[in-house]
T-cell receptor, first 115, second 112 residues
Framework: DTGVSQDPRHKITKRGQNVTFRCDPI?????LYWYRQTLGQGPEFLTY????????KSRLLSDRFSAERPKGSFSTLEIQRTEQGDSAMYLC?????????????FGPGTRLTVL | KQEVTQIPAALSVPEGENLVLNCSFT??????LQWFRQDPGKGLTSLLL?????REQTSGRLNASLDKSSGRSTLYIAASQPGDSATYLC???????????FGKGTLLTVNP
């Protein structure tokens, strides 16, 4: 499978716990994006990387959220001290610079439930 | 604030009908627009991407158009099938941003 992969697919945690999600982009894609989607809404942008550099962060990304992309390959999104409002689907996407149109390809998502 | 709006929010049609989904955006400086399909509880599947210099794109039974001057895009689905039932999302790369701004989607149900 050469698509975007995400792990885990589902995560249930208790309020106050820390969680970490992983995203593996399509091989050779140098841009990687994180989005969050709540029920009945479209995805909302959180942050994006070009190679290992984090170039933009949304105001939605509070201090409890941190994302990394070491070595410009896979990325992790960590949420500290989770709150019930963090319950959502977390989507990762990747794209390739230089194709002109920056088409984004999405992974299957990680569904987070905070009890 | 850059916004993307989709109407209708839900649509139910009988099998075989041709249908149009609508998307409007507030930023005329749109760079490109993507249409996605999302099945319940799943990720997004890219259907079509239209660059700002293009007026339409076609893939099989799908045809997407883009009118920058009016801030609108449409997704036309020909000869709909029950397997087309899903939520359809449009997303614009607006202005100089690389991020996508999404609409809330149209939930399509095709009845056999």
């Amino acid at each position: 499978d050469t698509g975007v992969s995400q792990d885990p697919r589902h995560k249930i945690t208790k309020r106050g716990q820390n969680v970490t999600f992983r995203c593996d982009p399509i091989s050779e894609h140098n841009r990687l994006y994180w989005y969050r989607q709540t029920l009945g809404q479209g995805p909302e942008f959180l942050t994006y990387f070009q190679n290992e550099a984090q170039l933009e962060k949304s105001r939605l990304l509070s201090d409890r959220f941190s994302a990394e992309r070491p070595k410009g390959s896979f990325s992790t999104l960590e949420i500290q001290r989770t709150e019930q409002g963090d319950s959502a689907m977390y989507l990762c996407a990747s794209s390739l610079v230089g194709t002109g149109h920056n088409e984004q390809f999405f992974g299957p998502g990680t569904r987070l439930t905070v009890l | 604030k850059q916004e993307v709006t989709q109407i209708p929010a839900a649509l139910s049609v009988p099998e075989g009908e041709n249908l149009v989904l609508n998307c409007s955006f507030t930023d005329s400086a749109i760079y490109n627009l993507q249409w996605f399909r999302q099945d319940p509880g799943k990720g997004l599947t890219s259907l079509l991407l239209i660059q700002s210099s293009q007026r339409e794109q076609t893939s099989g039974r799908l045809n997407a158009s883009l009118d920058k001057s009016s801030g609108r895009s449409t997704l036309y689905i020909a000869a709909s099938q029950p397997g087309d039932s899903a939520t359809y999302l449009c997303a614009g790369r607006l202005g100089s941003n690389y991020k996508l701004t999404f609409g809330k989607g149209t939930l399509l149900t095709v009845n056999p």
